[in-house]
């Protein structure tokens, strides 16, 4: 019979760490091990934390933005000076924390919840496209910024975007390629979002 180097309680951390995006085990254990030498307290106030995330947290029914649970809109939405009739489109909740750093945006967003992806499953029934469009008309949107990452994926969902709102009055337009391709909105530079919104483009 083996016998284990490390003892169950950390390995279960060790596991628990190593199923997060990007870290692999080496990373999961260092964390692990981390805490293990850190003050008590500073695990406890992670757990503390993780067991009240799924509770504390909502999605905004109409713009699908990150909220407190127990709020009814978001307050990117609900706020009167935001202007309802400019809709950034994004892909994730993450996208929009990079484009407020920007102070440049004031109207409000709409995220779809990822983009089309047929390797991964990811068809265009599982965005939130259908609720956009309803948007359009409910909200009398003049314009939309598809603000989707400049990939092969982000690209495919902002033409499928383009041609379901064919025949209705409202402008299109993208994020200026002041994006480099490949780079996440969240991982932008302020200077280079801003200059993106800035010489947004007709599509």
């Known amino acids: 019979m083996s016998l284990s180097a490390i003892p ?5 951390v060790i596991e628990a760490f190593s199923q997060l995006p990007g870290v692999g085990p080496r990373t999961a254990e260092r964390y692990a091990y981390y805490l293990l030498r850190s003050d008590p307290q500073r695990a406890l106030e992670l757990a503390d934390s993780l067991s009240a995330l799924h509770s ?18 978001s307050p990117l939405y609900s706020d009167p000076r935001r202007n309802k009739q400019l809709v950034a489109v994004v892909a994730d909740p993450f996208d929009i924390v990079a484009l407020e750093k920007t102070n440049s945006f004031s109207g409000t967003y709409h995220v779809l919840g990822g983009l089309v992806s047929p390797l991964e499953g990811i068809g265009p ?3 939130h496209i259908a609720e956009l469009l309803d948007r359009v008309d409910q909200d009398k949107v003049k314009e939309l910024i598809l603000a989707t ?14 041609q379901s709102l064919e025949g209705k009055k409202v402008k299109l337009t993208r994020l200026a390629r002041g994006l480099p391709v490949g780079v996440d ?3 932008a530079d302020q200077i280079t979002l801003t200059r993106a919104l800035e010489g947004r483009q007709a599509l």
């Open 8 to 12: 169950e309680s950390l390995d279960r």
């Open 56 to 73: 504390g947290v909502s999605y905004c029914p109409k713009t699908f933005a990150l909220i407190e649970s127990g709020q009814k809109l």
């Open 125 to 127: 029934e599982d965005l």
């Open 149 to 162: 990452n400049a990939s092969v994926e982000g690209e495919s969902t902002a033409l499928l975007i383009a």
């Open 185 to 187: 909105l969240e991982y």
